[in-house]
């Protein structure tokens, strides 16, 4: 049972557009989501987060979408460049599990590729 | 920003020897550490979590006497693989967590298990 869908394995786009990622999750008792992106051989780098108290939260070129109605979130880079490329990863969390550790539970990733 | 490092960043193995992969955060205390495994096009499958000084919180269907887990200090986790056999052969990508709550994960670059 996938906790956190990322739907599209894949996503291509034009330098200088906007790449919108999307994300759904079931688990209502989710509270806290990120984004990561990883580069092939390397470990997820930390994007940009949210909680479920907003609904939107912006760093730079990046911006976070949240509608905890549809459980949906979706990762807006605007603009889009070739460097972005990679694979993002959305992340969910519902706050201290058993042992007193918090888990993230993790999507599919979706692979960016932005062409020049 | 912090940093983690995981080595070694790839091993090969023949089925029946040990692996130990070890996970440390460079500049910065993690409370926590987690351990990952991904398939190809997989999303992070979450193995096990660790605290400092108390034994491993291991993820269902994940065996504890094969992923022998120890984290000695704040700084230092490490992952054995015990008779490894060719079905552990994967990706396995550390992540470790400081101060304040939900600090955002820092992720190890992953070792490359291949076991023949």
């Known amino acids: 049972d996938q906790q956190v869908k990322q739907n599209s394995p894949s996503l291509s786009v034009q330098e200088g557009r906007i790449s919108i990622l999307n994300c759904d999750y079931t688990n209502s008792m989710f509270d806290y989501f990120l984004w990561y992106k990883k580069y092939p051989a390397e470990g997820p780098t930390f994007l940009i987060s949210?909680?479920?108290?907003?609904d939107k939260n912006e760093d730079g070129r990046f911006t976070v979408f949240l509608n905890k109605s549809a459980k949906h979130l979706s990762l807006h880079i605007v603009p889009s460049q070739p460097g972005d490329s990679a694979v993002y990863f959305c992340a969910a969390s519902g706050g201290y599990s058993e042992g007193g550790s918090e888990k993230l539970v993790f999507g599919k990733g979706t692979k960016l590729t932005v062409n020049p | 920003g912090a940093v983690v490092s995981q080595h070694p960043s790839w091993v090969i193995c023949k089925s029946g020897t040990s692996v130990k992969i070890e996970c440390r955060s460079l500049d910065f205390q993690a409370t926590t550490m987690f351990w990952y495994r991904q398939f190809p096009k997989q999303s992070l499958m979450l193995m096990a979590t660790?605290?400092?000084?108390?034994?491993?919180?291991?993820e269902q269907g994940v065996e504890k006497d094969k992923f022998l887990i120890n984290h000695a200090s704040l700084t230092l986790s490490t992952l054995t693989v015990t008779s490894a056999h060719p079905e552990d052969s994967s990706f396995y990508i550390c992540?470790?967590?400081?101060?304040?709550?939900?600090?955002?994960?820092?992720f190890g670059n992953g070792t490359r298990l291949t076991v023949t």
């Open positions: 660790s605290n400092e000084g108390s034994k491993a919180t291991y």
């Open positions: 949210i909680s479920s108290i907003k």
């Open positions: 992540s470790a967590q400081g101060f304040p709550y939900r600090s955002p994960l820092h």
